[in-house]
DNA sequence: GCGACAG
DNA sequence: ATCTTGTCGC
């Protein structure tokens, strides 16, 4: 395992197709997190950011994924991949990644063959904030060996008391006592947006790039622009097929 | 056993 | 995630 046999997108043969085996895979897994690590503030180097998203058509058994590479400095779009297969895994709470992973694998590939390799993945979802410390952004860390972070929506499972009013306040993720990450408003009097370390990024730093991120909504921007990309890819795809 | 439960 | 209209507000 030395850094040059990264970044890779290839999905591991091992891959598994029941939930205990999945489960088995995040026990086995989760020791290989780096939680330490500092991606370089944005505006000050050079670099991208990358955004990730997946949508669903359960009904013709339909996945798209997204990924959106982004000037950190100027949170201009610079690059999109798109990737579309079949659904593979339910989702199961807990076991989030085995549905979106493929996908997202296969996004993140073409935009790294397409000139756009990313200094960090922002995803939507957990990373340490999982009932076995190993979320979707862990998990698409490990595999490709990228920094990763995720920010998600809802709190899961985790408790958090309300952050302060402000843009920037924030008030740890707990499970028990243990900090599994943060929840952060990133808009003033809106509801905050819950960020945990995935793979090679600390808690700090993750929060720092969320917030950035989330300059002029709610949301980073990496996922929006990946969200918009991924439904529109369902939508060409459903087009196509009917 | 029952409910809750990232997307 | 997805199903879905209008609607209040900047």
Redesign the pocket.
Known sequence: MTSADFPRYDLPPDWPTTEAEATAVQERLRAAVVTAGEVAPPGEGAGTVAGV????DDERGVVAAAAVALDPRTLAVVGEATAVGPVTFP?V?????FREIPAVLDALGALDRAGHRPDLVVC???GLA?PRRF??ASHLGVLTGLPVI?V???P??FRHADPGPHRGDWSPLLDGEEEVGRALRTRDGVKPVFVSVGHRVDLDSACAHTLHLARDYRQPETTRRA?ALC?RA?AEVRAARS
């Open positions: 998203d997946v949508a669903y989702y709470p807990g076991l989030l990644a939507d979802g957990y999982h979320g979707l995720g998600a929506k809802n899961f499972t969200d439904r369902l």
